[in-house]
């Protein structure tokens, strides 16, 4: 037929591999490594957390009053407690502040103003010792138990400040509903002396209660996880 192309019949087709694009090989070059499958072989990281603690605290514990102790040294060496054991170096320091700037100002009980003084004084001199006896013990295996102990100096502060304290207050409680603001009364204090010193002194019962119900929790929280892993 005339316009189409005469094909050669004896030709044969194109073979397929002909046609066929070589893959390029990829052996020689470094294929990109798949994530990491976790297989359950590695151990698992290991998070040195305070509630771990407290849980192995319990495990090794004979009774609670070993738990206890246990979990006081643990808080005691912690850094945690250094920073707020440098913090409360202020409260002292406030207290021997607002006595020293009042001490004339409170007729009715001129011992509320030596109170704050005296406290704050030996408040402040038992903190350094805490910090001095920590600093001396840092780096020490033993550190935590050292700083857990307290040596006869702290102890005997301590007795004093409990005596003064109680001290403290049968004088404030006590012109509780007696004491004035008027500077010309004999039963005149100056309201920010006998403020300050009576919420002082409360705030340390709010505080004791509040210690009270947290370690109280604490203990029972651990108690119920550490029977539960049993």
Same mark, same amino acid.
Not at 13 to 33: F, G, I
Not at 109 to 127: Q, W
Not at 148 to 173: Q, R, T
């Given at each position: /037929?005339?316009?189409?192309?005469?094909?050669?019949?004896?030709?044969?087709? %194109?073979?397929?591999?002909?046609?066929?694009?070589?893959?390029?090989?990829?052996?020689?070059?470094?294929?990109?490594?798949?994530?990491?499958?976790?297989?359950?072989?590695?151990? %698992?990281?290991? #998070? +040195?957390?305070?509630?771990?603690?407290?849980?192995?605290?319990?495990?090794? *514990?004979?009774?609670?009053?070993?738990?206890?102790?246990?979990?006081? $040294? /643990?808080?005691?060496?912690?850094?945690?407690? =250094?920073?707020?054991? @440098?913090?409360?170096? &202020?409260?002292?320091?406030?207290? $021997?502040?607002?006595?020293?700037?009042?001490?004339?100002?409170?007729?009715?009980?001129? #011992?509320?103003?030596?109170?704050?003084?005296?406290?704050? *004084?030996?408040?402040?001199?038992?903190?350094?010792? *805490?910090?001095?006896?920590?600093?001396? !013990?840092?780096?020490?295996?033993?550190?935590?138990?050292?700083?857990?102990? %307290?040596?006869?100096? +702290? /102890?005997?502060? !301590?007795?004093?400040?409990?005596?003064?304290?109680?001290?403290?207050?049968?004088?404030?409680?006590? $012109?509780?509903?007696?004491?004035?603001?008027?500077?010309?009364?004999?039963?005149?204090?100056?309201?920010?002396?006998?403020?300050?010193?009576?919420?002082?002194? =409360?705030? =340390? #019962?709010?505080?004791?209660? &509040?210690?009270?119900?947290? $370690?109280?929790?604490?203990?029972?929280? =651990?108690?119920?996880?550490? @029977?539960? *892993?049993?």
């Amino acid at each position: /037929m005339e316009g189409g192309p005469i094909l050669n019949q004896e030709e044969s087709p %194109p073979s397929y591999e002909s046609h066929v694009v070589p893959v390029p090989d990829y052996a020689d070059q470094d294929p990109v490594s798949p994530p990491h499958a976790h297989d359950g072989t590695d151990q %698992p990281p290991t #998070y +040195d957390s305070l509630f771990g603690k407290v849980k192995e605290a319990h495990k090794e *514990s004979s009774g609670t009053v070993e738990f206890f102790k246990k979990v006081f $040294v /643990m808080f005691i060496g912690t850094v945690g407690f =250094t920073i707020c054991l @440098a913090l409360v170096l &202020a409260l002292p320091i406030t207290m $021997v502040v607002i006595g020293a700037i009042y001490k004339n100002d409170c007729p009715i009980e001129h #011992y509320i103003p030596i109170y704050l003084i005296v406290a704050g *004084s030996f408040g402040i001199f038992k903190n350094l010792i *805490s910090l001095g006896q920590r600093f001396r !013990n840092r780096g020490d295996e033993d550190a935590d138990e050292k700083n857990a102990k %307290p040596n006869p100096l +702290d /102890m005997l502060i !301590n007795c004093f400040l409990l005596a003064w304290f109680i001290a403290g207050n049968v004088w404030i409680y006590g $012109v509780h509903k007696q004491w004035t603001a008027d500077s010309t009364s004999p039963n005149y204090c100056h309201p920010t002396l006998y403020y300050f010193a009576f919420w002082i002194t =409360t705030a =340390t #019962y709010i505080i004791m209660a &509040a210690t009270c119900c947290c $370690v109280c929790c604490g203990g029972i929280l =651990t108690a119920a996880f550490g @029977a539960k *892993s049993k």
